[in-house]
């Protein structure tokens, strides 16, 4: 029996700057994460640190990560379901942003905004729900010339809301582990990044840790998004502090408070970013700057996934 | 003997998360947030329904928390969950699927159809403040079988015409869900620091059920904004049993949600 020949394992890994660098200004984003739970955290400061401008980020539900990129003006525009700093309050930027005028958001339910992207990586243009039916999500609109329609449907006569299908310039998520061909494992809820990944025309995962392919390939019921869909792997520990990652981190929530405490003025947002972001040159800069000792607090400890 | 507590031996969102796990019966699917139904979900799991089955829109199912969550993607509700999916599979398949008994949500706004804001103040194009939005707040609102709204009892909240209309209630009255095509039965009870209150099967219109210890109908009309129906004979609230009072303070040992009463 002739053996298979062994393929060369690709390797689609880069740098943070250099995933950043590929991202144009004015370029539409999915963000993934969902509330405190895996954001690209470090993937906002670095588009911070190269003065990103114009974004559109789609994403459900979204929290501290989103408001750093209002507080930068590096998004213009949102197309969401849900911000705020859960068990602290509103997200303070993004509130100014509003006020201001430099930032507008097209509210979506979250169930709308996951078929969004299920229709984008489905390649089909709309999909159908049955939220928002009698709302002012139906009947007001910001920006988009078509936010959503009511239709009768051809079969039942039953009616459905249609949503417009989202296919993002990128996708951008944070997952705990993904060999150096893109194979990506996920653990604890997945939020929307699932449907996200695959609505992304081209898709970048940013991780806690490389694995070998091998470890992927003795397990394969654990890869949530096959390498066909990504584009590249970024290696990057504690991606997501101060927020969460599930079976590696919990949240540092005197960071996150300070955050919110200073963020109320324009001035203490300017010095957060000074100190955290920008007067620092990468994310690892930006974990000596938090200190290893106060990291190690934080590390998940077993068997509890926080 | 089932022993009750005396009135001075809890405080007001200590009496509003047992009326909350009071609505959640053995068995049934809840759909809930984080903080006040939260802690009335868990409470409800260790009293009379520890068959429930918790599920938090951002995946986990069937959560058994020990330590309190601040975020509804809090890997803490992963601890001893029966599940950890995500989105599509809570507010798509599970709920808008029909399995989903009853939602618990909050307002910024609500009016007497029990239609909810969580979305705008002031006027839409210019608006004085951006609140959270629906996030998976319509989702609930629309498909599951019953609602349950906690929030607090002020004029400026309990309004005539809302800011925005973020989820719905029964929008302007008997048959208008159905009208539009809403599958779910739309708002069950509203559980206020002032009393509990249903909806007039006839109007559609909030009616008060119950006052809190202490209230009276004349003080929640007078924190209303618009015209609640409200009944000649009203009954108090049943009051929390010592049991649940102690459940509860071992369920939020730091008083995160429930500051202690000083």
Redesign the interface.
């Known amino acids: 029996m002739k053996t298979l020949v062994e393929a060369p394992i690709e390797d689609k890994r880069i740098t943070l700057k250099e995933a950043v660098k590929l991202v144009p200004d004015g370029s539409h984003l999915f963000w993934g994460g969902?509330?405190?739970?895996r954001p690209p955290m470090a993937f906002a400061h670095e588009l911070v640190r190269q003065k990103k401008r114009g974004l559109t980020i789609y994403t459900?539900?979204s929290?501290m990560d989103i408001d750093i990129l209002s507080g930068a003006k590096v998004v213009s525009r949102y197309e969401?379901?849900?911000?705020?700093i859960?068990?602290i309050g509103?997200v303070p930027n993004?509130?100014r942003r509003?006020?201001e005028g430099s930032i507008e958001?097209e509210?979506?339910?979250?169930?709308?905004m996951?078929?969004r992207f299920?229709g984008g990586a489905l390649g089909v243009p709309f999909m159908p729900?049955?939220?928002?039916?009698?709302?002012?999500?139906l009947?007001?609109k910001k920006f988009r010339a078509h936010k959503a329609e009511?239709m009768d449907c051809p079969f039942t006569g039953?009616?459905?809301v249609l949503v417009p299908s989202v296919r993002p310039d990128f996708s951008i998520i944070h997952a705990q582990r993904v060999d150096q061909e893109g194979n990506v494992q996920i653990?604890?809820?997945?939020?929307?990044?699932?449907?996200g990944a695959r609505a992304g025309k081209k898709v970048i995962v940013m991780t806690e840790e490389i694995v070998d392919a091998e470890f992927i390939r003795s397990q394969p019921d654990q890869t949530i998004i096959p390498n066909i869909y990504v584009t590249h792997v970024v290696e990057c520990p504690w991606g997501s502090h101060p927020m969460?990652v599930?079976?590696y981190y919990?949240?540092d929530?005197e960071h996150v408070r300070t955050y919110y405490d200073q963020c109320k003025t324009e001035e203490g947002w300017q010095k957060y970013c000074q100190d955290y972001i920008t007067s620092v040159n990468s994310h690892n800069e930006f974990l000596q700057k938090i200190g290893m000792e106060r990291l190690m607090k934080h590390k998940?400890k077993k068997p509890?996934?926080? | 003997m089932v022993k009750y507590a005396k009135p001075d031996e809890f405080n007001t969102l200590e009496l509003m998360a047992v009326c909350g796990s009071r609505q959640i019966k053995n068995g049934e699917v809840v759909f809930i947030g984080t903080g006040l139904p939260m802690i009335a979900a868990l409470l409800a799991k260790r009293t009379h329904a520890p068959g429930a089955r918790i599920v938090f829109e951002a995946g986990f199912i069937d959560s058994n928390a020990k330590d309190i969550a601040l975020s509804i993607a809090d890997s803490r509700l992963g601890w001893r969950a029966s599940g950890a999916i995500g989105l599509l599979e809570t507010l798509g398949l599970m709920l808008q699927g029909g399995h989903v008994d009853v939602g618990f949500v909050g307002a910024a706004q609500i009016d007497e159809y029990g239609n909810i804001n969580t979305t705008y103040i002031g006027p839409f194009e210019k608006p004085t403040v951006r609140l959270p939005g629906s996030g998976g707040g319509n989702d609930i609102i629309s498909s599951a079988k019953r609602i349950v709204v906690i929030m607090t009892h002020e004029k400026r909240k309990m309004v005539k015409k809302l800011d925005y209309l973020t989820s719905p209630g029964f929008l302007d009255g008997p048959g208008a869900r159905e009208k539009v095509g809403l599958m779910g039965g739309g708002p069950s009870l509203v559980v206020t620091n002032l009393g509990q209150m249903d909806f007039d099967p006839k109007t559609k219109r909030m009616r008060l059920a119950t006052v809190h210890p202490g209230v009276t109908s004349q003080q929640v009309v007078e924190n209303s904004g618009f015209d609640l129906i409200v009944p000649k004979d009203m009954p108090t609230t049943d009051l929390p049993t010592c049991e649940e009072l102690d459940l509860l303070r071992s369920i939020d040992p730091n008083g995160i949600y429930i500051p202690r009463k000083t």
């Open positions: 969902f509330g405190f739970q459900c539900g929290e969401l379901a849900f911000y705020a859960e068990g509103l993004i509130q509003v006020r958001i509210d979506y339910s979250n169930l709308a996951v078929m299920l729900l049955k939220s928002m039916l009698g709302t002012d999500m009947a007001k009511i039953e009616k459905v653990d604890g809820i997945k939020g929307e990044d699932v449907e969460m599930y079976n919990d949240y929530m998940a509890f996934p926080y």
